[in-house]
């Protein structure tokens, strides 16, 4: 996420700079962040009933995020810790969300609606997307300590940063389309996630020809 997209633009006027001129600190944002996350995770495990509410505390949380990123720029110094317990709540938001939509789904005693039988329980699907979104970070994090730059893999499309494709989330909540939302995410998500490994495999591994 580079701070330069339409999202980056919007919380930097939106939230960053307020919440500088009042004093909130980066690690108020990101607790305020995982406090949704946790909320996120609770009404998608409720159930289908409460995911158009879901929807809404997610894209709250993700636009936190984005807040807490551009806050970071206007820092006059480095925070790690603050570095870290961002990054940290926003994999445990995440994971959350697509755990929990999972197991909501699978409890909801109408697991899927899908013509396809070959397909893997909503449980499966939640947990393998938890997964993706537990791993993708990381990978992506570790290749830009190692370059020492942002990866070229998320640069930003028509003004959208790589990591802004999480805003389709909500949409998808709110569009019903739940089912097909794990089903890229935990088959698209792993894919893309082992495609940066293979690909920077000698990066990671700290092999020559970096």
């Not at 949380?61 to 790690?80: M, R, Y």
């Not at 899908?114 to 993706?132: E, K």
């Amino acid at each position: 996420m580079t701070g330069n997209g339409w999202f980056g633009k919007l919380t930097a006027a939106g939230i960053a700079r307020p919440a500088r001129y009042l004093g909130v600190t980066r690690r108020h944002l990101g607790a305020l962040r995982l406090l949704l996350g946790v909320f996120t995770a609770a009404l998608l495990l409720a159930g289908p009933a409460y995911f158009a509410v879901a929807a809404g505390l997610y894209l709250g949380g993700f636009l936190l995020a984005h807040g807490e990123a551009q806050l970071a720029g206007l820092s006059d110094e480095p925070d790690a810790a603050a570095d870290r317990f961002a990054f940290l709540g926003n994999v445990t938001s995440n994971v959350l969300a697509f755990a929990c939509l999972g197991v909501g789904l699978q409890l909801s005693g109408d697991p899927f609606q899908l013509s396809d039988p070959g397909l893997p329980a909503p449980l499966m699907l939640g947990s393998l997307a938890a997964l993706a979104v537990a791993v993708l970070p990381w990978l992506v994090q570790r290749l830009e300590v190692i370059d020492g730059r942002p990866s070229p893999e998320f640069d930003g499309v028509l003004g959208f940063d790589g990591g802004d494709i999480a805003a389709l989330v909500p949409i998808a909540l709110w569009a019903g389309w739940q089912e097909g939302l794990l089903v890229v995410v935990a088959f698209g998500g792993l894919a893309f996630a082992g495609g940066i490994y293979m690909a920077h495999f000698r990066k990671f591994h700290g092999l020559t020809g970096r």
